[in-house]
């Protein structure tokens, strides 16, 4: 694992304590891109997903992803 997924992992866990403990409700939602896409240019997945205007960030966040 790198140094950048465990940051982000403890991180993402210490936010959800700190919700979960103030009471308030959290979903998780796990998704896996790489067998979902693996067939497809990903270059036309990201024009298609900005054309329906998907934000900046979600689209760099499915890009990295997808790099993975």
């Not at 891109?33 to 499915?62: M, P, Q, R, Y």
């Amino acid at each position: 694992m790198t140094q950048f997924f465990l940051t982000n992992l403890i991180s993402f866990n210490g936010m959800l304590t700190y919700l979960v403990a103030e009471g308030k409700a959290v979903d998780v939602v796990y998704l896996g891109f790489i067998k979902a896409f693996d067939t497809l240019f990903h270059s036309i997945l990201l024009e298609k997903l900005a054309a329906h205007e998907l934000d900046g960030s979600t689209l760099c966040w499915v890009k990295n992803q997808l790099d993975d």
